[in-house]
């Protein structure tokens, strides 16, 4: 998993200072929230991050989750559901990891020094990891610019503004990095909404030069339980697997991510909810004013010449929202869970 | 965290073939076990591991801590309970990591080809991830041979045999190695049943050269959770926090973890327990007929001429112990939890 709700344009508050090994701003801090609006009325709405506000419904946890050490066996039933969910031809394709941020962390220290190209503006800590491991990093706006590069890394849907690039195209793309050596990383954080757009089901255990990763938390809305995949050859999946060793996911998360994955019925509920709920807040938003700039059902991409005026307001009354330093006139909204939140976000608004 | 079943002396059971990504075998697996032993009575008691048989007592885990990010400000809290329960002199000493297994994967990662010595036998992961990551590595018998390495390696107490080396000679290691570049890892997995051969507490904001892992999972009987810390001089301690990037700990881990380590009285009730249980297992192994070859109060290492042919009985009697191709009069033994389990225990050494 990991949050998808950073951008290269950083800073989410105006509070806050450096944080630890030169780390980036995100998305989902109330701690930076009650520091910028300490006045505003608890508890805060959290509209900052495109986690879906109604959960999976935790199943129950046997004990033996938390006590044992993971068996290999269990991994691999959840590897099994995820195949399943996502469309891969077979598990040993798919490598679980304690969200996708911690596959983010990996890939950089398993190449040697290369010259990587981000599709941008999108999620910040995919340039960031690699710079801060060493490699040459451009972030480009074009996708034929991904040509030249050793590692190109296309988030699809992208992250904030929901632009799809076709499979195709990018599976092309793939098989011309994987002729010379080099990587395309795939970011489907939001890609469950939609599997149309999902380059999984083109990945055999031959595949090389693509990587496709996978978020838990977003979709299921379980961000904190750390549930991520890698989708790729089996050279690769392999490769990840060894480098993240035995023991990575834990016990808790196996189950639960076992138990949701393989529940489709959930599954097709959930999209056509989200699917109802984005028409929402995009009804929500126009009516306040707003442009949309794009989004996925999980969030919206909203555009106002007063945008600052209104994160302010809408902090104010104890609701975060995302924005982005170098596109000050965009915000990125959530989706409220309740009927109450959907109340106060209207009002916020008016 | 991670399992300290194993030693450089592989294989558990018979049964096994290759593991993927070229993985060592472990204590703790019953899958293997169960087809090792077809016949054995269900359920199986599991004594191939070092955890603690009765674990912390789960206190109720807000449904935050599984919807949302975790905030750093509750790694941060997380941190400051284990410098506490560490003897460390402050929580920016002291990184969070999703069990150290994902530290010992993480090490080798950061560094240019070293020579490594691992003072040996040992726990096998040590060698194993720093050959994988293409380092040159010597297992070591003698403490003074790993003066001549860039990485040194020492698990203290010891895994499987329990041998102590005193703080103020690691010290002096560190103190050597770090001058010219060198790094020295202490594994402390076994440390918490006695603090006072722990080195944390020699560790300042400046100390170069040394990084000591502390397993959460082990001594709290919470093996499934993942949770582990690596303490170092702040330089180093920041660089291992940016290598796992944000969120590398699950919300339920930071909640639980928090509770466990503030818990001083039951670290403290938990000690001395784990002393008298291993009392009355090292009496049933000598009463059994094993000789005693070391150990800690959460294992023992009983030897005996006909350990084999015991181990043979124990799997048919449902029970799992450690053994070691390398070591053949060797069997590892973890404690029991309940009466009815010593009981099981008993008869099937009788």
């Known amino acids: 998993m990991g949050d998808r709700n950073s951008t290269n ?13 030169g780390s980036i ?4 801090s109330l701690g930076r929230a009650r520091e910028a609006f300490p006045d505003a009325p608890e508890p805060w709405l959290d509209l900052s991050t495109g986690i879906n506000p109604l959960a999976y419904p935790l199943p129950e946890i046997p004990s033996a989750a938390w006590t044992r050490l993971p068996e290999r066996g269990d991994v691999l039933a959840l590897e099994t559901a995820a195949a399943a969910a996502y469309g891969a031809s077979d598990a040993r394709l798919v490598a679980a990891a304690p969200g996708t941020q911690a596959l983010l962390q990996l890939l950089p220290r398993m190449r040697p020094a290369s010259r990587v190209a981000v599709l941008s503006p999108t999620y910040g800590e995919h340039a960031h990891v690699w710079r801060e491991a060493g490699h040459a ?18 988030t699809n849907p992208n992250n904030p503004d929901g632009r799809i690039v076709a499979p195709g195209r990018l599976a092309e ?11 395309l990383i795939v970011d489907e954080a939001f890609a469950d909404t939609d599997e149309a757009h999902s380059i999984v089901p083109s990945i055999d255990e031959r595949t090389r030069g693509l990587v496709v ?8 809305g379980l961000a904190g339980m750390r549930l991520g995949f890698a989708v790729a050859g089996l050279e690769m999946a392999d490769g990840i697997r060894a480098a993240l060793g035995p023991w990575a996911v834990s016990g808790p998360a196996i189950e639960i991510g076992r138990a949701a994955l393989a529940d489709k019925a959930w599954r097709i509920a959930t999209r056509a909810r989200l699917a109802r709920e984005s028409e929402r807040l995009a009804r929500l938003l126009r009516g306040a004013g707003f442009g949309l700039a794009g989004g996925t059902p999980l969030f919206l991409l ?7 005026a209104r994160y302010e307001a809408l902090g104010k009354a104890g609701i975060l929202v995302r924005r982005f330093d ?20 209207e009002a916020a608004l008016r």
Chains 1, 2 share one sequence.
């Not at 701003?25 to 989902?28: F, T, V």
């Open 173 to 183: 793309l793939a098989s011309r990095l994987g002729e010379r050596g080099g990587l």
């Open 25 to 28: 701003l995100h998305g989902g």
């Open 137 to 154: 990093v451009e972030e480009v706006s074009d996708f034929a610019q991904l040509n030249g590069a050793d590692v190109a890394i296309v």
């Open 9 to 21: 344009q950083t800073s989410a508050t105006g509070s806050p200072g450096p944080l630890p090994g």
């Open 213 to 220: 990763f996978r978020s838990f938390g977003k979709f299921y």
């Open 302 to 308: 909203a555009e106002a010449d007063d945008a600052q």
């Open 326 to 345: 170098n596109a000050p006139r965009r915000l990125r909204f959530g989706l409220p869970g309740s009927e109450a939140e959907w109340a106060r976000l």
